[in-house]
């Protein structure tokens, strides 16, 4: 039974964990409307700045300030930040499918980076020995996790409120007013590529958060972490939640992430351990058909706005000839 509880406490962990990264991209495409196909390099950016910051030097390795936990958080969010806001402002002036390209290159960029900066980075070894909390408790998994899990909420909760204050507020406003009619916002006085830089920006801080307690909770990180897999799952994640939903964000985080580790828990008993690289890829698929399954029965998400249809949009008109014999 205390297998079990810490086994939930450590998959909430990593579900909750997953859910910073859709908030982020949740404010940058629900509520600006930014194809942003590159967010595993911003959370490889707030990993790795946070691990170097709080990981005392090994092994020859630059960085390794030896600063708090906490310390370390904050300078991902700052760094992932920074890093996000000189690309949207070189970026952020291409539209849709040049913009989503243009990010899914910055985040091969990034994880290129970590794999041959060595010095740095640990290349293809990656970073070990993080500080963990609650490190005392490691002998103990089902306190250890439990601790973790508090945490995590607690944090969750911080973000979430304070982006749903966000998007009620008359900045979150202008980035609706951005994403619906882009002409109609500037012509209000409003700086379209202002407000956008700002909103790709806490999108990458939140995300570089995101990576940090990540590699805290695991005590590892390596480049192989940050592969398209991930921005593929984090886009089903929100997809499915319900784009522009805070909440939809969250509990499509928790739920994928549950058919994720579920369906790799199922090839593990079913496959051999010679088919079971192969069969890896049954994750993908199951993904897949759980989204497809979704966008036809909810196309706005679980939680997101559903699409009014054409019949209630627009009410039936009598032919021009009618309506000219009825006036006369």
């Given at each position: 039974m205390m297998d079990i509880i810490g086994y939930g406490a450590f998959f909430?962990?990593?579900?909750?964990?997953?859910?910073?990264?859709?908030?982020?991209l949740n404010l940058q495409w629900g509520l600006t409307g930014l194809f942003n196909v590159g967010l595993a390099g911003f959370v490889?950016?707030?990993?790795?700045?946070?691990?170097?910051?709080?990981?005392?030097?090994?092994?020859?390795?630059?960085g390794g300030f030896g600063l708090p936990i906490l310390a370390g958080w904050f300078g991902a969010m700052v760094i992932a930040g920074i890093a996000a806001a000189i690309i949207g402002i070189a970026t952020l002036r291409l539209k849709s499918d040049y913009l989503a390209i243009t990010t899914f290159g910055v985040a091969v960029v990034v994880q290129l980076v970590a794999l041959n900066a060595q010095k740095l980075t640990g290349g293809p070894f990656?970073?070990?020995?993080?500080?963990?909390?609650?490190?005392?408790?490691?002998?103990?998994?089902?306190l250890f996790n439990l601790a973790n899990l508090g945490v995590v909420v607690v944090m969750i909760l911080i973000v979430y409120f304070a982006l749903e204050h966000l998007a009620k507020s008359p900045w979150g406003r202008v980035l609706k007013a951005l994403r619906e009619d882009e002409r109609a916002a500037i012509s209000l006085g409003k700086s379209a590529r202002f407000y956008r830089v700002q909103a790709f920006a806490v999108g990458g801080a939140i995300m570089g958060l995101a990576g940090a307690m990540q590699a805290h909770f695991i005590g590892f990180i390596a480049p192989d972490n940050y592969v398209p897999t991930l921005t593929f799952q984090v886009w089903v994640m929100l997809i499915v939640g319900g784009s522009g939903s805070n909440k939809g964000a969250v509990i499509g985080s928790i739920l994928v992430w549950g058919i994720w580790a579920g369906s790799g828990a199922l090839t593990s008993v079913l496959f051999s351990p010679e088919q079971q690289a192969?069969?890896?890829?049954?994750?993908?698929?199951?993904?897949?058909?759980m989204l497809c399954i979704i966008l036809l029965v909810r196309p706005g998400g679980l939680f997101g706005n559903m699409p009014r249809r054409r019949s209630a949009i627009m009410a039936p008109q009598k032919p021009v000839s009618e309506k000219s014999n009825a006036a006369s």
């Open positions: 909430l962990t990593t579900a909750l964990i997953f859910s910073f990264i859709t908030l982020g490889a950016i707030g990993a790795y700045s946070s691990a170097l910051l709080t990981t005392p030097d090994t092994a020859g390795r630059l990656g970073i070990g020995f993080i500080p963990r909390l609650f490190s005392s408790l490691a002998e103990t998994p089902l192969r069969a890896a890829s049954l994750q993908i698929v199951a993904i897949g058909v």
